[in-house]
């Protein structure tokens, strides 16, 4: 289990459910968190997010 969590409202990315993972190219990855935030992730490491609403 990863400890990974969202930078925003510190929810846990391994706790997220499967409708909330997008495959982007390569090694990207999207994930919308439960606050409205989305994650950008690398080769699963979180390399942004966007504010939420």
Do not use: K, N, Q
């Not at 990207?28 to 606050?35: F, G, K, Q, S, T």
């Not at 942004?48 to 609403?53: H, K, M, S, V």
């Amino acid at each position: 289990m990863t400890d990974e969590a969202c930078p925003r409202c510190s929810w846990p990315v391994a706790e997220l459910p499967p409708e909330a993972r997008h495959r982007g190219r390569g090694g990207v990855e999207y994930l919308r968190c439960l606050c409205g935030s989305w994650l950008a992730r690398v080769d699963g490491v979180i390399v942004g997010a966007t504010r939420a609403d």
